[in-house]
C-alpha cells in the first residue's frame, strides 16, 4: 500500500524538467524595424544554455508561474547536458486546470517575417508532460503567435 502511494506520487512528480517558455515576448513599438539582420540559425536567445548568472539567478530568464508550496524551480549545477549550469522545475501540486509552469525570456530584437526553430534538451523523470513552447505577444499583450514541440502553430488575430 505505501509503495503504491509512492509509484502514484512519482508519476506525477515533476523532478528535472523545465519547459523552456521560451516566452518571445516582443512588444511591438510605433515601428516594427529591427537594427539587427539576423542569419540563418542564429540563436535569438541570451544565455540559452543557462551559464550566466549570480548568486541563484540566472540571467535574462525568469519564472513564469502559478505559485504553490509544492513548486521549485531552480538554476544550478546539480543536473546539465552540457557546459556547467541548467534550470530545473520540480513540482508536485495537482492543479485542478491544466498550467503550465516554465522559464521564460523576453526578446526585444525579433525576427519579423522569418521561419523560427526550436531546438534544447530536457531531461525528465517521472514527468506527466513536457513541451517547449514560443508565445510571440505583440500590442496590449496580445498573443500574436504561438508553437509548442506538442501542436502545430497556431496563429491569433
Known amino acids: 500500500m505505501v509503495k503504491e502511494k509512492i509509484s502514484k506520487i512519482a508519476a506525477v ?5 523545465f519547459i523552456i517558455g521560451a516566452a518571445v515576448g516582443y512588444l ?10 539576423f542569419g540563418t540559425g542564429e540563436n535569438i536567445l541570451k544565455n540559452s544554455g543557462f551559464e550566466d548568472g549570480t548568486g541563484t539567478e540566472t540571467t535574462y ?3 513564469a508561474y502559478i505559485y504553490t508550496e509544492n ?6 549545477d546539480a543536473e546539465k547536458y552540457s557546459g556547467e549550469k541548467s534550470v530545473s522545475i520540480y513540482n508536485i501540486h495537482n492543479y485542478s486546470e491544466e498550467v ?6 523576453t526578446i526585444s530584437l525579433f525576427p ?3 521561419t523560427l526553430e526550436l531546438s534544447g534538451w530536457v531531461k525528465t523523470v517521472d514527468a ?3 513541451v517547449m513552447v514560443i508565445q510571440c505577444w505583440g500590442k496590449d499583450n496580445n498573443l500574436t503567435g504561438f ?7 497556431n496563429r491569433y488575430n
Open 147 to 153: 508553437g509548442t514541440t506538442q501542436t502545430a502553430y
Open 71 to 76: 513548486l521549485s524551480m531552480n538554476w544550478d
Open 100 to 105: 503550465s509552469n516554465n522559464w521564460a525570456q
Open 28 to 37: 511591438i513599438k510605433d515601428t516594427t524595424q529591427t537594427t539587427h539582420e
Open 112 to 114: 519579423v517575417d522569418k
Open 61 to 63: 530568464w525568469y519564472k
Open 13 to 17: 512528480l515533476i523532478v528535472v524538467a
Open 128 to 130: 506527466e508532460n513536457v
